[in-house]
């Protein structure tokens, strides 16, 4: 990873403690602090689909672009963190990719689910074991759980999916959160997700020091929070959630 994105543990805290005193209501659009050479950028994966819609807007641009720069805007006002207003769009097999060390990707198993060639499957290896960190978010329910693992096994076919539960680090090294939080879509509430679906669970592939290398957000939407922030018709509660989630996991992998 390219060292001018890795901070040094002492400032984190230091930020954690403004933090801790905050409530992390949504951010205001009128309180941003972007850095044109700041230490973080929003990354999203741009993928193929088994039934098309890879290299136009398919299921992997969903939510884009407020989705991203709301994130943004929420890393910016509830930590100390100097973010770049524009997200980022990148493909697998771009080498670009090392430049930054999270990357977002969702979706994945709509459409029969994902499809990664062999240099995007060498890539993200790569990455992954360099040091970086994947969030996959937003899919729901056992087909698309089973269309995602078909492909992204080959990744790490030798390496497990395990489940996370409330007392990992993830869910306590910035907000104290009680673990795996379903957020649902717009018009959606958390009893009735996706595929009435009411639960949501966090699982992850882990590298050989037992780091989250990848995290899988599965029956739970933080890209809709995030993107219906401002909506009038989203509750606030909702957005909150997502917020505290992504920056936890994002705290997660500026720290491991």
Known sequence: MNSKFHFSLLALLLCSAVAWAQSPIAPDLNELDYDAGGEF?????????????????????????????????????????????????????????FDYPFLYMLEVGQGGGITLN?????????????????????????????????????????????????????????????????????????????????????????????RVMVLINWNSDMGDGWEHTYHPAYPTRYANSAYRLGINYLMYAMTH
């Open 41 to 97: 950028n929003f990354v999203r994966v741009q993928y193929n689909s088994y039934y098309g819609g890879g290299y136009g807007y398919g299921p992997w641009a969903i939510d884009f672009p407020d989705a991203d720069r709301n994130f943004l805007r929420g890393v910016s006002r509830l930590t100390n963190v100097r973010v770049m207003s524009d997200p980022i769009v990148l493909r697998l097999d771009d080498d670009e990719i």
């Open 118 to 210: 062999p240099k995007e499957q060498e890539n993200l290896r790569e990455y992954l074991l360099r040091g970086g960190f994947l969030l996959i978010d937003d899919f729901w329910g056992q087909e698309e759980w089973d269309n995602f693992y078909a492909s992204f096994s080959l990744v790490f076919p030798d390496r497990e999916i395990i489940e996370l539960h409330a007392d990992h680090e993830i869910f306590h090294v910035y907000y104290d959160i009680d673990g795996p939080t379903m957020i649902p879509a717009l018009y959606r509430d958390d009893q009735h997700g996706e595929k009435g679906i009411d639960y949501a669970s966090n699982h992850a592939i882990l590298d050989d020091t037992g």
